[in-house]
């Protein structure tokens, strides 16, 4: 027989039992929307907890800490200096490694003053930087440029009243972008205090602010800090300190400071998400204290496995449940079918063409199911995010999206599921109506 | 030769069948649209030939023999009935010669093929190419209209449907229901919807119609109509027709009667009337 006409003839055994057919097809819809709904739950948690993780870091980079510079006794060979950097970047899956070089800045912009670090970091962390206004620091450029965080005016205070943003919640009237201000490096000594002197550096980018529902600046990782080339900062800090110790830098033994730059961090780069784990491992291996991101989703990534598969098994008992009834429709209607069967035998249907027949009928409820269950599942998900996401919101951070989530795949996936449970709970009885006997259909009642 | 032969196309296979039978009779080969006019030299190619047929019934400890020990043949373009009173195992031989029920022990060879060493696939795709069967009652399918169930088996061959319409109305027109093609089973009279069986069992041009008291649902005049119908359309087309009845009047109409008591043949009679007196 031909496929269009199974396909036919199974559709019109179906509509003839349009109750039927609708009860067993609403049990398919309940399976597959609960199913559906249950593990675009599960996938929303977990694209929310990825944003969340990525929104405080980048996932391929790996944060390395060495505290031997504060440490008195350390040895000098435990510093973490350029050739230690460069050591580090030999490794495999190590795409880039950025030293950090922090200094302590005062600023004063008018009737404020306020205090921050300056970030001397190399390209691929300034790359990384969103920017809400301006360009990238030119590292060809021949003073030091700043990319400024959104937040660092938080930090200013009137230096006649004393208060700042943190006590009276106003924002101190300070544009770091468009007017300048002055800058004051640490002094290294008591004695010197009086002779300090203003800088003044170009700003040539702010940190993206982004505003939350209500308007509030969402912090990022870059939002109280100051930014600029490392190499441009090094310059500057010889410039102004010449051959006295840089404050921050550790000294040696007699008050003298070395002649190369000491890093308390570096940041490590790696090719891929995958790789940071086995890549972090290396680096603790070396000595030194490493931290990723990746480290924490790995561990939350398990735990949201297990949640995904209790949601998932929730879904997938209604859908079992949905198969059995599917079995029994199937078995009621070979029941009244009998002689009807036993005549398409006498006709000469083949065995073939008589199973298929009755595999389709059950794969058709399951595709019904599958298809209304999926608009079903949409509306539940519109609805689960417009009530029940508002309130998850502020921990998800990434806006727009909702905590139910389904992916092009995941509906593609659920009608495809749901045609197979059909004909799996339909391949019983199918079997059965092909072993029925022809002689059912001489039998006179 | 048993599944190829099943597998190929029908035309081919029955001229196949009927080289291998009957080599040396060559006028029946040419062409079963003459057998009318050649009747007499037809008649001596069997088309079905059973041999030392039992059916036993085990029904407890005793053994129930409904057919015990049965020879015959039946010739092309013939149309024959099995009469006998009720368990006298009519209906089961004519079960076993369609290839229903598998016989305990002996031979049936239908147009050269060992029926009885066919499995269930074979057999389906026998009566699929070969067999015309018209049911006591008449077993249409309720959810399709005349039209659609005269083309049905049509489908099992895989047949395209416009090709299948087209066939279907031409036996539902041979039947006298051109105005009935759209009408439901349940719209329709008992011997409506026997033509409308009949119209069935013709439309894949079988070599062997098999009929289980075609006639047994209907009263007396559609009976005779019926009767009429389905012996006139087999004539025309020289197929062979082998009724089951239990009624001597009816079986009279036949060209060979067959009677059978407790599973045996006890006489076999020429019909007595002619063409004409019907």
């Known amino acids: 027989m031909r496929f269009s006409d199974l396909l036919i003839m199974s559709v019109n055994n179906l509509r003839r039992r349009k109750l039927r057919t609708v009860l067993t097809v609403l049990g398919v819809v309940i399976g597959t929307a609960s199913i559906v709904v249950m593990i675009s739950l599960g996938i929303g948690l977990q694209e929310m907890t990825v944003a969340q993780y990525a929104s405080s870091g980048s996932l391929t980079r790996i944060e390395i800490y060495n505290d031997a510079m504060w440490n008195s006794d350390a040895k000098e060979e435990s510093f973490l200096e350029d050739t230690k950097i460069a050591q580090l970047e030999r490794l495999p899956h190590v795409t880039a490694v950025s030293p950090i070089l922090q200094v302590y800045v005062q600023m004063r912009q008018g009737a404020y003053s306020g205090s921050s670090e300056i970030m001397g970091v190399s390209r691929e962390v300034l790359d990384e930087i969103k920017l809400g206004e301006g360009r990238l620091p030119d590292p060809n450029a021949n003073t030091m440029e700043l990319v400024v965080g959104n937040m660092v005016s938080r930090n200013f205070y009137n230096s006649k009243s004393g208060r700042g943003y943190w006590e009276t919640g106003e924002m101190p009237d300070v544009d770091l972008y468009n007017r300048q201000f002055f800058m004051i490096f640490q002094s290294n000594g008591p004695s010197e205090e009086q002779t300090e002197k203003k800088y003044i550096f170009p700003v040539c980018g702010m940190v993206e602010s982004k505003t939350d529902e209500n308007g509030n600046p969402v912090y990022n990782e870059y939002s109280y800090g100051i930014y600029t080339d490392i190499e441009l900062l090094k310059e500057q800090l010889k410039r102004i300190y010449r051959k006295n110790p840089i404050p921050g830098q550790p000294t040696n033994k007699k008050g003298k400071p070395y002649n190369y730059f000491i890093y308390s961090q570096a940041y490590v780069y790696v090719d891929d998400m995958e790789n940071v784990v086995s890549v972090q491992k290396e680096i603790t291996d070396m000595g030194y204290q490493a931290y990723s991101n990746m480290q924490w989703l790995e561990q939350a990534q398990e735990q949201l496995d297990m949640i995904q598969a209790v949601l998932g098994g929730i879904g997938a008992v209604s859908l079992f449940v949905a198969a059995i009834g599917i079995a029994n429709t199937m078995m009621m209607s070979i029941y009244e079918r009998t002689k009807e069967i036993g005549v398409l035998k006498v006709l000469g249907c083949a065995l073939g063409d008589i199973r298929s027949m009755f595999l389709m009928e059950a794969g058709f409820i399951g595709f019904l199911g599958g298809v209304i269950g999926l608009c079903l599942s949409y509306a539940v998900s519109a609805l689960v995010n417009r009530f029940l996401g508002a309130g998850l919101m502020g921990m998800g951070g990434a806006a727009g999206a909702g905590i139910s989530r389904i992916p092009a795949s995941l509906s593609v996936l659920a009608v495809v599921f749901a045609i197979m449970i059909g004909m799996l709970a339909g391949l019983f009885p199918a079997l059965r109506a092909m072993k029925l006997s022809p002689l059912a259909a001489i039998r006179n009642e | ?278």
């Open chain 2, 1 to 278: 030769m048993g599944e190829q032969a099943a597998d190929r196309e029908p035309v081919a296979d029955k001229e196949t069948a009927a080289e291998k039978e009957q080599a040396a009779d060559q006028e029946s080969v040419a062409g079963k649209e003459q057998t009318t006019d050649k009747e007499q030299t037809a008649r001596k190619v069997p088309v079905i030939r059973v041999k030392d047929l039992y059916k036993v019934y085990r029904m407890g400890d005793e053994r129930v023999y409904a057919l015990n020990g049965v020879d015959f043949e039946i010739f092309r373009g013939e149309f024959c009935a099995i009469t006998g009173p009720s368990g006298s195992g009519k209906s089961t031989l004519l079960n076993m010669l369609a290839g229903l029920e598998p016989p305990s022990k002996g031979e049936i060879v239908i147009a050269g093929k060992h029926i009885e060493k066919l499995n269930e696939k074979q057999l389906v795709s026998f009566r699929r190419e070969r067999v015309g069967f018209i049911f006591q009652s008449y077993n249409l399918i309720a959810t399709m209209n005349a039209l659609e169930n005269v083309a049905l088996p049509l489908s099992f061959r895989g047949m395209g449907r416009s090709e299948r319409i087209r066939r279907a109305k031409h036996f539902l027109k041979l039947v006298g229901l051109e105005r009935f093609m759209k009408h439901m089973p349940s719209q329709m009279s008992g011997g409506q919807q026997q033509r409308v069986g009949i119209a069935r069992a013709l439309a894949v041009d079988p070599q062997i119609i098999f009929a289980d008291e075609p006639t047994g649902n209907l009263d007396s005049k559609t009976t005779l109509e019926v009767l009429k119908l389905m012996r006139q359309i087999v004539r025309k087309q020289g197929q062979t027709l082998v009724m089951v009845t239990h009624d001597n009047n009816l079986a009279s109409y036949a060209d060979r009667i067959f009677k059978i008591i407790d599973g045996k043949i006890v006489s076999i009679e020429e019909g007595k009337r002619d063409d004409e007196e019907i």
